[in-house]
T-cell receptor, first 113, second 113 residues
Framework: DQQVKQNSPSLSVQEGRISILNCDYT??????FLWYKKYPAEGPTFLIS?????DKNEDGRFTVFLNKSAKHLSLHIVPSQPGDSAVYFC????????????FGQGTELSVKP | IAGITQAPTSQILAAGRRMTLRCTQD?????MYWYRQDLGLGLRLIHY???????GKGEVPDGYSVSRANTDDFPLTLASAVPSQTSVYFC????????????FGDGTRLSIL
């Protein structure tokens, strides 16, 4: 039972355009959401997060949107750059998870010059 | 540079052998975690530790054991490796069990033949 789902295994975007990565969750007790970025042969690195009391958080080119009623969050990257090419994982935590993270399957983003 | 060190980087192991993956952090974080990453499944929590001297089971604990003798070290042991344990293993830490974000090491790629 996958509580956090990223239904797109891969995404290809042209440099300069917007990248939109999607994530759905099933557990309404999740109250904190994170996006991690992972390059090959490296560990995941934290990118951006959002609390369930907000619906948007922005950090430079990266914006995360949260739609609690739809149990959906998305990561927008504008403008996309070739260095953004990586695997992106969304993750969720909540009090009924003891603060531990539940990860999605990941989406591989390829930004083409 | 502060962070998490995992060793070995990669290992090929015969089925039935015992193996310990090492993880050391120098951030004085209380909480530590072990994940495995498999294609199409994302990262799944194996075991975690809230603080030195305590451990807990994650989503996929069978076949693995951990210990937390001190704050810095959190080794993961496969007592008798099986081919289904072929995976990439990541160690992570955070300042507390509910603290985010988690910081990850660069992983150990383990192949069981």
């Amino acid at each position: 039972d996958q509580q956090v789902k990223q239904n797109s295994p891969s995404l290809s975007v042209q440099e300069g355009r917007i990248s939109i990565l999607n994530c759905d969750y099933t557990n309404s007790m999740f109250d904190y959401f994170l996006w991690y970025k992972k390059y090959p042969a490296e560990g995941p690195t934290f990118l951006i997060s959002i609390s369930s009391i907000k619906d948007k958080n922005e950090d430079g080119r990266f914006t995360v949107f949260l739609n609690k009623s739809a149990k959906h969050l998305s990561l927008h990257i504008v403008p996309s750059q070739p260095g953004d090419s990586a695997v992106y994982f969304c993750a969720a935590s909540g009090h009924n998870q003891g603060g531990k993270l539940i990860f999605g399957q990941g989406t591989e983003l390829s930004v083409k010059p | 540079i502060a962070g998490i060190t995992q060793a070995p980087t990669s290992q090929i192991l015969a089925a039935g052998r015992r193996m310990t993956l090492r993880c050391t952090q120098d951030m004085r974080h209380n909480a530590m975690y072990w994940y495995r990453q498999d294609l199409g499944l994302g990262l799944r929590l194996i075991h975690y530790s809230n603080t030195a001297g305590t451990t807990g089971k994650g989503e996929v604990p069978d076949g693995y054991s951990v210990s937390r003798a001190n704050t810095d070290d959190f080794p993961l042991t496969l007592a008798s490796a099986v081919p289904s344990q072929t995976s990439v293993y990541f160690c992570a830490s955070s300042d507390s069990i509910g603290g985010q974000p988690q910081h990850f090491g660069d992983g150990t790629r383990l192949s069981i033949l």
